[in-house]
């Protein structure tokens, strides 16, 4: 199996975001390997909080719709002022309760992850692909990686993993060197059995 990327321009501004999300993803990754006892209590901790909130919501929900009868109810007529009162009152809780379980997870990226993601993009942007001719080639000995006369092979033994993105992949190697691939720049392969590809070389090398 190849996979064959050529390289073109990286414009568009939407690669900024997912930048900073792949940084955040291989920072999470990096702190799983190190402190995993740490990681499996804040995975149940998340977990039990979700759980928690689908209670709220049903809660909330049930809430709500009490107070939208009461709210008709006590407006049709003959109107009554307690009913309306009641239905109004019941809806705000319900919006309330709803609103107040809500879990912001994953984080948001530290300025670390933002910052590298700048000058990760910066960099790339530098450059005009569109004259270099710059091609990355995946097959049996790993990852080739040419632009004019230079060439640079990797082996997947070098590889530390894959993260992933709507529209980019990050590739980790060596010394904490990042690749920065265009899925839009995948001219041969699927781009659904990419990740698994490589996963499955960087585990086996």
């Known amino acids: 199996m190849e ?25 999470e990754a990096k702190s799983r390997r190190t402190m995993p006892g740490l990681w499996k209590l ?15 919501v049903l809660r909330g929900a049930a809430m709500i719709a009490l107070g939208v009868f009461s709210l008709v109810l006590g407006l049709a007529p003959p109107r009554s002022l307690s ?4 239905g109004v009152l019941a809806i705000l809780l319900g919006l309330l309760t709803i609103d107040g379980t809500k879990v912001k997870w994953p984080p948001e990226p530290p300025t670390s992850c933002i910052k590298e993601a700048a000058e990760l993009l910066a960099g790339r942007r530098a450059v005009d ?40 992949w990050l590739l980790i190697y060596g010394e904490e060197r990042a690749l920065l691939l265009q899925k839009k720049d995948l001219i041969s392969g699927e781009a659904g059995e990419f990740p698994p590809y490589l996963q499955g070389k960087i585990i086996k090398s």
């Open 129 to 168: 692909w569109s004259e270099t001719s710059a091609e990355v080639r995946f097959d049996e000995s790993g990852m080739i990686v040419s632009a004019g006369e230079g060439r640079e092979t990797v082996p997947y033994g070098d590889m530390i993993g894959i993260f992933e993105t709507e529209r980019l």
């Open 83 to 86: 009913l309306t009162s009641v």
């Open 42 to 56: 804040i995975d149940r901790a998340v977990l039990a909080v979700k759980n928690h909130r689908r209670g709220y």
């Open 3 to 27: 996979f064959f990327f050529q390289v073109t321009n990286y414009n568009d501004p939407a690669l900024d975001g997912e930048a900073v999300e792949l940084l955040r993803q291989r920072l």
